[in-house]
């Protein structure tokens, strides 16, 4: 009885495991009939198996289908049965997709990040008025943000100026102005955290004086 003994690593690998073998069986054992009528038969049968194998996929929509294409997919596309949909089509199902292509942008100060970069090149778009200078001091304070998230250290308004002039290639040009930015200070302010209310008058006071036992 040892010697019959059958390990899954020695079985046929699973398509689909979901299902389990017995219904990998059935399906290569409906892929073995001579004729098509006795293997339609079958197909029908399993197609019903694998419906209340899996019920969840009675809510989605066509389910039928699915069922269908993956009964095709068990028996690797290679049974002559009826089916009352198109036959899933192997090339296409295994395809692979095509690399999806991501944005290669390589800021000169990567600190700022590319959404000021994007931002910058919205603010040029806009006309000249009082929206466009507030829209070009909330980025450069922005940028002083990033820049001292970057660097601890304070940054004068100027190195701003600068940088939101090279990033824009000319047509934000603040280094004439005579606003000052938001100090760095409330910048880098964070909010205090408090644990429980009321601090340390939740704290419970105990006695110096304890009974010794």
């Not at 219904?23 to 004729?35: D, G, S």
């Not at 293997?39 to 209340?52: D, F, P, Q, T, Y």
């Not at 395809?95 to 990040?113: C, I, M, S, V």
Request: hydrophobic share 30%.
């Amino acid at each position: 009885m040892i010697d019959d003994l059958e390990y899954n690593t020695e079985r046929e690998h699973l398509i689909i495991p979901e299902y389990g073998r017995h219904l990998q069986k059935m399906i290569n054992h409906a892929k073995t009939r001579e004729t098509k009528e006795e293997r339609n038969r079958l197909a029908k049968a399993i197609i019903s198996v694998m419906g209340n194998l899996q019920p969840h996929l009675r809510d989605v929509p066509d389910f039928q289908h699915k069922l269908w294409d993956q009964l095709f997919i068990m028996a690797d596309f290679d049974i002559d049965v009826d089916s009352p949909y198109d036959k899933p089509i192997k090339e296409v199902l295994q395809a692979r997709p095509e690399p999806l292509k991501y944005p290669q942008n390589h800021p000169k100060y990567r600190f700022y990040g590319n959404n000021i970069k994007t931002m910058i090149d919205v603010a040029i778009t806009w006309e000249d008025g009082e929206m466009k200078d507030a829209l070009v001091y909330t980025i450069a304070n922005h940028m002083k943000k990033c820049f001292l998230n970057w660097n601890k250290d304070t940054v004068e308004d100027s190195v701003i100026y600068d940088h939101l002039f090279e990033l824009s290639e000319g047509k934000l040009n603040l280094k004439n102005s005579t606003e000052d930015l938001s100090d760095s200070s409330s910048l880098l302010r964070t909010k205090s955290k408090y644990g429980n209310k009321g601090g340390k008058k939740n704290k419970k006071k105990y006695s110096n004086n304890r009974k010794r036992y």
